[in-house]
């Protein structure tokens, strides 16, 4: 259902919406109809931003720093494999039993990675949560 309003334009605009509804096809009721449902729709998006603001300007600094630990992490992974790829003597080829040991161990490491990304545990979660009499030799 429609309803009847009554509202003074500018002249200017006035001039602008008669020559908008003289196209065929179009009528003064549209050309209103749409601008205000237009005006409004943008209204209620920049209220949503500024409700919303905080949360991702929080979300923000929390995506910030969880790249920073990343960043963290990858460069100990970096030095540590470096110093252990320097300080470990290579195995010589005719040692047959020391490269099958090798990678045994190395599949070995693959599978518990999978195993615990599959489960969602991580090795710092356990480090974190176990008590001091279970790390003690």
Same mark, same amino acid.
């Given at each position: 259902?429609?309803? *009847? =309003?009554?509202?003074? %334009? ?6 602008? +919406?008669?020559? %908008? !509804?003289?196209? $065929? ?14 005006? +409004? ?8 931003? #500024?409700?919303?603001?905080?949360? +991702? ?19 100990? +992974? ?7 790829? /320097?300080?470990?003597? $290579?195995?010589?080829? !005719?040692?047959?039993? !020391?490269?099958?040991?090798? #990678? ?10 999978? *195993? ?6 991580? /090795?710092?979660?356990?480090?974190? =949560?176990?008590? $001091?009499?279970?790390? !003690? $030799?």
């Amino acid at each position: 259902m429609k309803r *009847r =309003h009554e509202f003074y %334009l500018d002249a200017d605009v006035s001039e602008q +919406l008669n020559a %908008l !509804a003289a196209k $065929p096809g179009a009528s003064k009721t549209a050309i209103m109809s749409d601008a205000l449902r237009a005006y +409004l729709e943008r209204r209620g998006a920049n209220e949503l931003d #500024q409700r919303f603001r905080a949360r +991702l300007d929080r979300l923000s600094m929390q995506l910030g720093r969880i790249e920073r630990d990343q960043q963290v992490i990858a460069e100990m +992974l970096a030095l540590f494999v470096r110093f252990q790829l /320097t300080v470990t003597a $290579p195995i010589p080829e !005719a040692d047959r039993a !020391a490269r099958a040991l090798g #990678q045994a161990r190395y599949e070995s490491f693959i599978q518990q990675v999978s *195993r615990r990304l599959a489960g969602g545990v991580g /090795t710092i979660e356990d480090v974190l =949560h176990q008590r $001091p009499s279970e790390s !003690a $030799p």
